[in-house]
């Protein structure tokens, strides 16, 4: 697994290495055909460069046994939680109590946070009416 990532890495980052250093060692010249032809390349080295990034993941799918079991567990876990949440408050349509300081339903641990805060919480402001300084 090791050896296939540190390949990867260094065959996706020498092309970028090699039209660096051509273009700091290269004599500046006016030839617009080779401006151009410097430029596309400086491009694809780029474009190189972030397919070591990208092939990362395929890599460890294919080289990676432990890698591949944590990502099946991880999705069918997800997988799992979402249909219990989409079973539980969406097809149950569940309500929650509301808060008495907002409009807006809330959790029973949100309600037992609104009581528990002190009278000067930025929630519950000291007047009704906003006094300026000056």
């Given at each position: 697994m090791l050896v296939t990532i540190s390949l990867s890495f260094y065959?996706?980052?020498?092309?970028?290495?090699?039209?660096y250093l051509i273009e700091i060692y290269s004599l500046k010249s006016r030839n617009i055909n080779k401006i151009k032809l410097k430029f596309?390349?400086?491009?694809?080295?780029?474009?190189?460069?972030?397919?070591?990034?990208?092939?990362?993941?395929?890599?460890?799918?294919?080289?990676?046994?432990?890698f591949r079991q944590a990502a099946v567990q991880t999705y069918y876990g997800y997988s799992a939680l979402s249909k219990t949440f989409f079973h539980?408050?969406?097809?149950?349509?569940?309500?929650?109590?509301?808060?008495?300081?907002?409009?807006?339903p809330v959790s029973h641990s949100a309600q037992t946070a609104?009581?528990?805060?002190?009278?000067?919480?930025p929630y519950y402001p000291r007047s009704p009416y906003k006094t300026s300084p000056l």
């Amino acid at each position: 697994m090791l050896v296939t990532i540190s390949l990867s890495f260094y065959l996706f980052t020498i092309p970028g290495m090699i039209m660096y250093l051509i273009e700091i060692y290269s004599l500046k010249s006016r030839n617009i055909n080779k401006i151009k032809l410097k430029f596309i390349l400086a491009q694809l080295s780029v474009i190189v460069l972030q397919l070591n990034n990208a092939t990362n993941f395929l890599f460890y799918c294919f080289a990676g046994h432990r890698f591949r079991q944590a990502a099946v567990q991880t999705y069918y876990g997800y997988s799992a939680l979402s249909k219990t949440f989409f079973h539980h408050y969406i097809l149950r349509n569940k309500e929650y109590g509301y808060a008495r300081a907002y409009g807006h339903p809330v959790s029973h641990s949100a309600q037992t946070a609104l009581t528990n805060r002190s009278s000067t919480s930025p929630y519950y402001p000291r007047s009704p009416y906003k006094t300026s300084p000056l």
